[in-house]
C-alpha cells in the first residue's frame, strides 16, 4: 500500500474534470417526443418564489403558475387548545397504569387543534391557443444545466420554438415565441385560475396597460373532521401580469384576453408578487416589468443561466459512459422497470435534485414545501405544507454536501420563525419553558398540535429533527458566527423546553420523554388496542440525546458555563437509551416490546440516530449497527418502503451501513415504483422530498463525513457505478473533494480545506491523519 501527498493549488485537475464532462457529455437533459398528457409529465423552472409546469402543447399550451406564498390566512378564532400542565399529568397517570388508549385520547382532545391545516394553493394557468395544424418533428425538453425549456415541432411544415425560463435577477417568467411559418403565428393568451372558496369575488381578470391582469385572494374553506360549519378563510392578495413584446404582425388586448396575429416572434414577460411580501404588491409588479425594460430576451437569458450556475456548477457527477441521452427520457425510464440498469439517469435524477432545490429555495424565498414549489392544486395532497417529522428536513439533506449552503437560509429563517412561535405554546399548554414545535406548521408558523389521532400528528421530536439541521451547517462550514448568532439562539430554546419536558420513568428512574409516540405509526398494548402513546419513544429518546449533547458542544465552543449547563449534563446522563435491542436483535421502537399492527411501515423513526443522526458507527457501536440491518431487513421483509421518500431514506441508510449492493437495489427500486415520467419523486401523489432524499444518497454513497474528524472516500461503490467521477462534494469541516475511478477502484482523490483542519482520511483498508491549512490541497493516489 502506498500513497503520495501533494499540498498545493493544482488547476489541472480542475480543467482535466471540466474537459471530460464536455467531452462525455454530462447527464443534464430530460426530453420527450410528446406532449405532456397530464401534470406528473409537466416540466418544472422555477426561481425560488415563482414557478411553472410547461406542458408542451403544440395546440393548447398549458403553463401552469405557482408563488410560494399563495396561502390562505389566519382565521381569527383560531387560538391555542385548551390543554395545560394537569392535562399533561393526567395523560402521564394513565400512562403509567398501561392504559394507552385513553392517553391517546386525551393527548388529542386537550392539545390539538382538530381543524385541517390550510393548504398551499396555486397561482392557476397561463393558457396560450395556437391555430397550429399538422404538427410533427416535436420535441420538449428540461436542461436543467440551463434551468430552460424548449419545444419545438414544425406545424405545416414550418418550425416553430417556444422557449422559457423564470429568472432570479429580474423576478420573471420569460417565454419566447418563435416562428418561421412566413405567415407569421396566431395565438390567443389567457389567465385562468381553479375556483377557490370565494371564487366569484376573490379573483378578477382585466386588461391595463396593455397588460393582461389577473388579481386576487387566496380564499379556503376550514375544513373540519367532523360536519361543523367550514367558514371562509381569505389570506395572502396577488396580482399576476403579463406583457407582451412582438416581431412583426399585432397583439390586441381585449375581454380578458391577448391575440397574436401573424407575429414572427412574440416574447411574454409574467411577473407576480403578494401581499405576503410586499404591501403594495401590485405597484412591484410595475417595477418588476420596468426592470425588465428594453432588454433583449437574449440578454435576460444570459443574466438568468449567469446566476443560476453559481450554484449548478459547483458538482459535478459522471457515473460510467455509457451515454444514453439520445434516448428519450420516458423510455430510459421504462427501460429501467423492466430491469434495466441505467448509471446516466442514475446521476441525471441526482443532478435533478440539485436543481430542483435552486429551482424552489432561493435567498429571501420561503423554504421549499412538500411539493417544493409546483402545485397544480386549491387543496393540495397533505396541503403541500410543512411536515417536520422527516419531510421538510429530508427537502434539505442535500444542501450542504452538494455546495448549496446558502439555500439552507429559507429554511433557517422558518425555522426561526417557528422557534419564537412555539415559546407560547410550550408555556401555555405544556407548562414548560423553551419552545416547542409540532410536527407540522404552514405559512404562518401555528405550533399547536393538529391531529385526528395520536399516531398522526402528536409529536414531540420535530423541534429537536430541526435543530439538527443548524448543527450539521455548522460542522459543513465551520461558520463560528452562525453558530452563535443563529444556532445557539434556537438550539437554546429547544433545549429548555426538552429539559423541563422529560420526567423520571417510575420503572427504572431513568429520564424519559412522556407522552411520546413514533410518528404515524402505532402498536398494540397488553389490551390489544392498537395505541400511539408510550413513555420515551426510541426517536424521541435519540433526539432528546442529541439536543443535549450538541447544545453542550456548542456551549463549550462558545466558552459558555452555568448552571444551566450542569443541569443538561446531568440530564443526558440519565437519559433512557434510545437505541435498546429486543430479543429478536431489532430495535425497539417503543419504549417496550410491542407487536405491531403495520410491519412494515413506511417511517423509520427509530433509526434517527443512525441516520440522519450520527450517534451509531460500525466501529463505535457494531452491536447496534448490526441492530439498525435487522431492523430494516424486517420493516423490508414486511412491504416497507412503500413510498418515494421512505425508499429515498433507506438509500441513506444503506449507504451508512456500508452496504454497495443494498443501497443501489434501493436505487433501482426507486426508479421502479417511485419515479414519474418528469422524474418526479412520488408519494404517491407527488412529493419532492424523494427527490432531494435521493440526491442526499448518493452523496452519502460516494463520501461520508457524520463521524468526528472522519472523512470516507467511495465507502459504498457499487458495481454498476465501474468509472466516474464527481467534483465539488462537501465534507463536513470545510472539505472540498474531487474523486475519480475506474475498475471500481480509486485513481485519484483531491481534498481542499477551507479552514485549518485535522482529520482521518479513511479509504477501503487506508487510513491517514492529515492535517491540512486554510486554502490546501491533499491528493491521494491509491496503489493497492
Known amino acids: 500500500m502506498s500513497y503520495r501527498i501533494h499540498i498545493k493549488f493544482n488547476p489541472f485537475f480542475f480543467l482535466l474534470l471540466f474537459f471530460i464532462s464536455i467531452c462525455q457529455g454530462q447527464e443534464h437533459l430530460l426530453w420527450y417526443n410528446s406532449p405532456a398528457e397530464n401534470w406528473n409529465e409537466a416540466l418544472p423552472l422555477g426561481n425560488g418564489k415563482i414557478g411553472v409546469m410547461v406542458f408542451g402543447n403544440p395546440i393548447s399550451e398549458r403553463i401552469q403558475l405557482n408563488d410560494d406564498s399563495m396561502w390562505p390566512g389566519n382565521d381569527p378564532s ?441 410518528p404515524e405509526n402505532q402498536f398494540i398494548n397488553a389490551n390489544g388496542n392498537s395505541v400511539a402513546s408510550c413513555l420515551g419513544s426510541a426517536m424521541d429518546q435519540q433526539v432528546i440525546h442529541e439536543v443535549f449533547e450538541n447544545y453542550l458542544k456548542t456551549c463549550e465552543i462558545l466558552n459558555i458555563n452555568n448552571d444551566f449547563i450542569e443541569k443538561i449534563k446531568t440530564q443526558k446522563n440519565k437519559l433512557r437509551p434510545g437505541f435498546v435491542l429486543g430479543e429478536d436483535g431489532r430495535i425497539l421502537e417503543w419504549d417496550r416490546p410491542y407487536k405491531e399492527p403495520e410491519p412494515g411501515h413506511r417511517h423509520m423513526s427509530h433509526l434517527y440516530g443512525f441516520h440522519p443522526g450520527n450517534s451509531v458507527t460500525k466501529e463505535s457501536h457494531p452491536e447496534i449497527f448490526e441492530a439498525v440491518r435487522k431492523t430494516l431487513d424486517y420493516r423490508l421483509d414486511h412491504g416497507g418502503a412503500g413510498t418515494g421518500w421512505s425508499r429515498a431514506w433507506l438509500i441513506n441508510c444503506s449507504a451508512r451501513l456500508l452496504d454497495e449492493k443494498m443501497a443501489h437495489e434501493h436505487i433501482q427500486l426507486l426508479f421502479q415504483k417511485s419515479i414519474s415520467k418528469n422524474l418526479f419523486d412520488l408519494h404517491p401523489p407527488f412529493q419532492i422530498d424523494g427527490n432531494f432524499g435521493y440526491t442526499a444518497g448518493i452523496a452519502e454513497m460516494l463520501i461520508q463525513s457524520h463521524e468526528e474528524d472522519v472523512v470516507r472516500i467511495l465507502p459504498v461503490l457499487p458495481d454498476a457505478w465501474k468509472n466516474g467521477f464527481v467534483k465539488g462534494l462537501k465534507a463536513r469541516g470545510g472539505l472540498t473533494l474531487n474523486l475519480s475511478w475506474s475498475n471500481n477502484s480509486l485513481d485519484e482523490a483531491k481534498i481542499t480545506s477551507a479552514y485549518n483542519y485535522q482529520f482521518k482520511l479513511i479509504y477501503k483498508n487506508f487510513s491517514e491523519t492529515i492535517t491540512l491549512k486554510k486554502g490546501e490541497t491533499y491528493t491521494f493516489k491509491p496503489n493497492f
Open 78 to 518: 383560531w387560538v391555542e387548545p385548551e390543554g395545560n400542565k394537569q392535562d399533561l399529568e393526567n395523560i402521564r397517570s394513565y400512562l403509567f397504569v398501561g392504559n394507552n388508549k385513553a392517553a391517546d385520547s386525551l393527548f388529542v382532545e386537550k392539545f390539538s387543534r382538530k381543524s385541517i391545516v390550510r393548504s398551499h394553493q396555486t397561482l392557476g394557468d397561463l393558457f396560450i391557443n395556437y391555430q397550429h395544424e399538422n404538427i410533427t418533428d416535436y420535441r420538449r425538453e428540461l436542461n436543467i444545466e440551463k434551468a430552460t425549456s424548449k419545444v419545438t415541432f414544425k406545424a405545416n411544415g414550418h418550425q416553430f420554438t417556444q422557449d422559457i425560463f423564470v429568472s432570479h435577477p429580474h423576478k420573471a417568467i420569460v417565454i419566447k415565441l418563435t416562428t418561421q411559418d412566413p405567415n407569421g403565428l396566431n395565438a390567443i393568451l389567457r389567465l385562468s385560475r381553479p375556483k377557490d372558496a370565494s371564487f366569484d369575488t376573490a379573483t378578477t381578470f382585466s386588461t391595463d396597460e396593455g397588460l393582461l391582469i389577473m388579481q386576487g385572494e387566496v380564499t379556503q374553506r376550514e375544513g373540519k373532521f367532523n360536519s361543523e360549519p367550514s367558514p371562509i378563510l381569505n389570506g395572502v392578495k396577488f396580482e399576476t401580469a403579463l406583457k407582451t413584446n412582438i416581431q412583426g404582425g399585432s397583439v390586441a388586448t381585449k375581454n380578458n384576453q391577448i391575440d397574436l396575429k401573424n407575429v414572427k416572434q412574440a416574447t411574454l414577460y409574467i411577473v407576480n408578487n403578494t401581499s405576503y411580501y410586499f404591501e403594495d404588491y401590485s405597484n412591484q409588479n410595475r417595477k418588476d416589468l420596468k426592470s425588465i425594460g428594453s432588454k433583449t430576451y437574449e440578454e435576460l437569458e444570459k443574466a438568468h443561466i449567469k446566476d443560476y450556475q453559481q450554484f449548478y456548477n459547483r458538482v459535478t457527477l459522471r457515473l460510467n459512459d455509457n451515454d444514453k441521452s439520445n434516448i428519450p427520457t420516458n423510455e430510459r425510464l421504462e427501460a429501467i422497470k423492466k430491469g434495466e440498469i441505467d448509471t446516466g439517469l442514475e446521476s441525471l435524477l441526482f443532478n435533478y435534485g440539485r436543481y430542483l432545490l435552486i429551482a424552489s429555495s432561493r435567498e429571501g424565498t420561503n423554504p421549499a414545501n412538500l411539493q417544493g414549489l409546483w402545485n397544480q392544486h386549491i387543496n393540495a395532497p397533505w396541503n403541500a405544507d410543512y411536515h417536520l417529522n422527516i419531510n421538510l428536513q429530508m427537502n434539505y439533506w442535500l444542501a450542504d454536501v452538494t455546495g448549496l449552503s446558502e439555500l439552507n437560509n429559507p429554511l433557517f429563517d422558518y425555522l426561526d420563525r417557528l422557534v419564537e412561535s412555539g415559546k407560547s405554546t410550550a408555556s401555555i399548554n405544556f407548562g414548560c419553558e423553551g419552545s416547542f414545535i409540532p410536527h407540522a406548521s404552514d405559512l404562518w408558523v401555528p405550533t399547536w398540535m393538529r391531529a385526528p389521532t395520536a399516531f398522526w400528528g402528536c409529536s414531540m421530536g420535530a423541534g429537536g429533527w430541526a435543530m439538527q439541521h443548524y448543527w450539521q451547517h455548522y460542522r459543513f462550514t465551520k461558520d463560528e458566527k452562525f453558530l452563535k448568532n443563529r444556532l445557539f439562539p434556537a438550539l437554546h430554546e429547544i433545549t429548555k423546553f426538552y429539559s423541563d419536558w422529560i420526567i423520571v420513568d417510575p420503572r427504572d428512574g431513568t429520564l424519559i420523554s412522556a407522552p411520546s409516540t413514533s
